[in-house]
């Protein structure tokens, strides 16, 4: 059996991070060194569309993911909403256990009750380890077992040097991972959750009547970055996995142990940078069709500014919208590519014929996504796309022509 190398290095290791180091400060022109040379250092830059590695520094070196580890959670909740063996609607209860998780937490009480989505939206935003918790029991039975679940799907997953006790990334000796593996899962959350994907690119949403922002900034600074997951611990350091999308490109990075949220931000933006710099985009394609979904920019935002209400068994949290004959619009969500949007509008208009497809710019800043939207359709045929939708994994919203 293979004897896996603890998070650390060698002295001759660390000679080859210093050379490593040296390379890196010259590729990035003095804009991202401070903690390439450290003990705890990784990154890597994938191209998501192929798996293939545009640049690495220590890889394939054990580290510690810190709440990295709510992607490999988050993918276990995706494969069972895919499944069906849970629903978005669904309620999580919450254990003595999960309730005295530390913090980052929402503050969730023992006894009380939360929706699967609710859940997912704590993990991507404010990185809540009592969510966290309280979906890998609802999985799993008890987060030990869910923990051993995860590391044999890792495994099939290619994330050959990855192991999981927890279902949050609270500190444990024997909780690793490595950029590599890190990076593939990143690919795989993309891929193979096109729909499901656009939760990690919320803003934020509105919990107990306040609205908790994302933490991952790079969303508001970095422009094509669509969503992933940032990562602290005083051992593990500050560590990010970021997507971005470019024309026909989307790079997924990863950062582990920088020193500071500054600087982690400095070091992905240099990585990325460089990685579009360096990929063919090919030529122009609207590209596979999972690939092209998952450049959804915030498919959920009309979910994440809902509050909790009140449990009601079998239905969901989200009230459906009252409205006389044909004054509805269903909007599926925000894409990179307007062809995308427009495919996607008119395919789902197969099932409300009435209705209009539209495709709908928003410019926010430098960045503009588009819209896939259904016009003019009743309460009745924005119920039946929607029903259509959630079939295949994904969600939607219905509001009315008015904007009520």
Request: aromatic content about 6%; charged content about 20%; proline content about 4%.
């Amino acid at each position: 059996m293979e004897r896996r190398r603890k998070p650390g290095l060698s002295a001759l290791a660390r000679s080859l991070v210093c050379v490593l180091a040296a390379v890196v400060a010259i590729l990035f022109a003095g804009q991202a060194q401070a903690q390439v040379g450290s003990a705890r250092y990784s990154a890597i830059v994938m191209d998501a569309r192929t798996g293939q590695v545009v640049m690495g520094v220590n890889p394939d070196e054990l580290r510690f993911p810190a709440s990295l580890t709510k992607m490999m959670t988050l993918y276990m909740t995706f494969e069972a909403l895919r499944d069906r063996r849970i629903q978005l609607n669904q309620y999580v209860p919450v254990s003595a256990w999960a309730a005295a998780q530390a913090p980052s937490k929402l503050g969730l009480q023992p006894g009380e009750a939360f929706t699967v989505e609710q859940a997912i939206l704590g993990l991507v935003t404010k990185s809540a380890n009592d969510a966290a918790a309280a979906l890998g029991e609802l999985l799993g039975g008890t987060e030990d077992r869910f923990a051993q679940m995860m590391t044999l799907r890792a495994r099939a997953l290619g994330m050959s040097r990855s192991n999981f006790r927890n279902a949050s990334g609270l500190p444990d000796s024997n909780q690793w991972s490595t950029a590599r593996d890190m990076a593939t899962l990143g690919r795989r959350l993309v891929v193979d959750f096109p729909t499901l994907y656009g939760y990690f690119g919320v803003s934020g949403f509105v919990w107990r009547n306040r609205v908790i922002p994302n933490h991952d900034t790079l969303l508001r600074t970095y422009p094509g970055a669509d969503g992933m997951k940032t990562g602290y611990t005083n051992h593990a350091g500050h560590n990010l996995v970021s997507s971005a999308v470019r024309g026909n490109v989307r790079l997924i990075g990863v950062v582990l142990g920088a020193g500071s949220n500054a600087e982690r931000d400095q070091h992905m933006t240099a990585l990325l940078d460089d990685g579009f710099g360096r990929v063919d985009p090919g030529p122009a394609r609207y590209g596979n069709p999972l690939m092209a979904l998952a450049n959804a920019a915030s498919t959920f935002s009309f979910r994440s500014q809902q509050v909790a209400q009140p449990a009601v068994a079998g239905r969901s949290v989200l009230a459906p919208v009252r409205a006389a004959a044909r004054d509805k619009v269903v909007q599926i969500g925000g894409f990179v590519a307007e062809r995308t949007a427009w495919d996607v509008a008119q395919e789902a208009a197969r099932i409300a014929p009435g209705g209009q497809p539209r495709v709908q710019p928003v410019v926010s800043g430098r960045r503009a996504t588009y819209h896939a939207q259904i016009m003019a359709v009743s309460d009745s045929e924005a119920r039946a796309v929607c029903a259509g939708l959630s079939r295949r994994g994904a969600a939607c919203q219905v509001f009315g022509m008015s904007g009520r």
